[in-house]
């Protein structure tokens, strides 16, 4: 993760210690989806630096439908953000909703909140249209002095959004996934070392490549991470990565 220049710090810090305890209140009070889209769009502006008036839009029209807010940074649209009330659990018909809105608007960004639970997600344009949620803040349990809660809150920050940092974030918990990490097990590189070590630890026992390759498949990895869409993505990008470059010919000097 970038480093978070000291100034949107200082502002984290301050943003948290601001609305934890309007965000406790609120809850007490069960106060109204309205009431919750002001507190979200008060934090948008001072804790996360987006400017009320020119980047925070609300009641964003999509199509026939509006989403209850949208962050715009130089004219370009960045993420949507379906609010609920502070009550109110993020249910799986919530989430569908904010994701229909980033699938009609081609956003590949939308937060779903409550004001105390934020929960960012990661559109796929894929057949059928995919979702993967990529984190969760709960606001009410951050601790100013963790760096990894400052973390969670820059990547969706202004600051952040300039630097892209988002993406990298998304980028680096994909390639740590079990779906990832999983595929490059299977690689001839990584059965290759295993074979190797298993020579050293017992000299007398040949063991191929292939057998190797069978207890990983069938005894070591969870069928979970050899299956689906996402098995299937991981393995094309390992293997494009792996595939070995065509070496150019080398020309033999002409004879003079």
Not at 124 to 143: C, G, H, Q
Not at 206 to 232: F, Y
Request: some cysteine; overall charge positive; glycine content about 4%.
């Amino acid at each position: 993760m970038a480093v978070i220049p000291k100034k949107v710090q200082s502002r984290f810090v301050a943003g948290i210690k601001k609305f934890q305890p309007i965000l406790n209140a609120a809850k007490t009070k069960d106060i109204n989806e309205s009431d919750t889209v002001v507190i979200i769009t008060d934090m948008l502006s001072e804790l996360f630096g987006f400017d009320k008036y020119s980047e925070i839009t609300s009641e964003y029209a999509i199509k026939k439908t509006f989403c209850d807010l949208a962050i715009k940074v130089d004219g370009k649209l960045r993420f949507l953000i379906e609010a609920k009330a502070i009550g109110l659990d993020l249910k799986d018909e919530y989430i569908k909703q904010a994701i229909d809105y980033g699938a009609n608007s081609g956003i590949d960004w939308v937060i779903l909140s409550n004001g105390c639970m934020w929960r960012v997600y990661k559109i796929s344009f894929a057949k059928p249209i995919d979702k993967e949620m990529v984190y969760e803040i709960d606001f009410l349990k951050l601790n100013y002095k963790k760096q990894a809660d400052l973390d969670m809150l820059y990547c969706i920050s202004k600051e952040g959004l300039g630097k892209s940092i988002l993406e990298e974030y998304h980028i680096q918990k994909q390639a740590l996934s079990r779906f990832f990490i999983g595929q490059i097990i299977l690689t001839d590189y990584v059965i290759d070392s295993i074979r190797k070590i298993l020579k050293k630890v017992s000299p007398d026992v040949k063991v191929s490549n292939s057998e190797i390759k069978s207890v990983l498949l069938n005894e070591v990895l969870k069928r979970e991470v050899l299956e689906g869409e996402k098995v299937e993505d991981a393995k094309k990008k390992i293997n494009k990565l792996l595939k070995p470059t065509a070496k150019k010919p080398v020309s033999k000097p002409s004879d003079q």
